[in-house]
């Protein structure tokens, strides 16, 4: 199958900073543009340095979008989706912690990175910009 999903996460300002601080936990690379550039003299010159469509690539099968929302459109609301962040051999498990470790700074942590019942570890946070997500890594032994 070629289709893919990809988490298209919407800020109301900060979205320039959170690919940013996403670039330097996953190693991505990041293209972004604004609302000024992308629409010219029709954008609001309030807005007009918002992100209007930003990419993060970090490898096959993970890449993540963001934008700030348009001016006179309603705030978005973070929290809603979770994103999932799964290892499945143990050459997995390094970058994996990488990632969370990362993640935390600023953030909360919901539910700490150790072994779950079913034999992986788990942990759940809560980013510094509201984006919830969850790491698991298969069979850790901890």
Known sequence: MTISLTP??????????????????FGAELTLSTFGEG????????????????????????????SDTMAGMPDPVNGVLSLSSDGTNPADDDPLRSHWDKLTDGGTIDLPLELAPWGDAFGQLTDRFGVRWMVNITGTQE
């Open 8 to 25: 298209y996460l919407q800020f109301d300002g900060t979205a320039r900073e959170a690919v940013e601080f996403y670039q330097s936990v």
């Open 39 to 66: 629409m010219g003299e029709m954008a609001d010159p309030a807005t007009a340095d918002r992100i209007m469509h930003a990419s993060l690539f970090v490898e096959r099968g993970f890449h993540i979008m963001a």
